[in-house]
């Protein structure tokens, strides 16, 4: 058991790392403006207010749009009620250090509602549908804010060959989520 927390304790530092790394570089890039991405006085780019629909489902839509270029891809999954313009500060700095992609969740922006009720499943299972849809390369690395911080989670537990590695995930004052029976649980 001590071996297991070792081991644990040794991922959460390397998460730690690389989420400060890249909060860093996200905050020195802020300021500067992305070239060859036209931004609203909003400061968000025009293409992300438009509607960009990849069919999934049985017809289902859900919007997507992809801006940059590298690798890892970034995947902002927002937080509750959000949609793709919440991203709006972070989305010229980010997508200068690599290519990123945003979505509207089932029912949220221009997506079309949800077919069935709504859970880490079936919001897991949008994204990996979505991603397939559009030919969106991995390895990818979700960022999420809140209820997005669960789903990201959620997605790399779900899908582990497709994120970048254990630390591929970055939690936007997310929601404190605790497992019973883990190393780290605490009442």
Known sequence: MQHYARRARSRIGIRLS????????????AGREAPASPVTQAGINPDLLRPHLVAIDGGRRLN???????SPTIIFEQG???????????QPAATMLTRTCFYDRAGFGYSDPPNKPVTALSVTDDLH???RKAKVKGPFVLVGH?????????YTDRFPGEVADLS???????VRIQVQGSPFWTR
Do not use: Q
């Open 18 to 29: 690389l989420m400060s790394s890249l909060a860093v570089c996200v905050m020195l890039l």
């Open 80 to 90: 509750g009620e959000g949609f793709i313009s919440n991203w709006a500060k972070v």
């Open 64 to 70: 997507l749009h992809c801006l940059g270029s590298g």
């Open 129 to 131: 549908a979505l991603l």
């Open 146 to 154: 809140s209820i997005g911080g669960f789903y990201a989670t959620m």
């Open 168 to 174: 591929s995930w970055i939690l936007a004052s997310a």
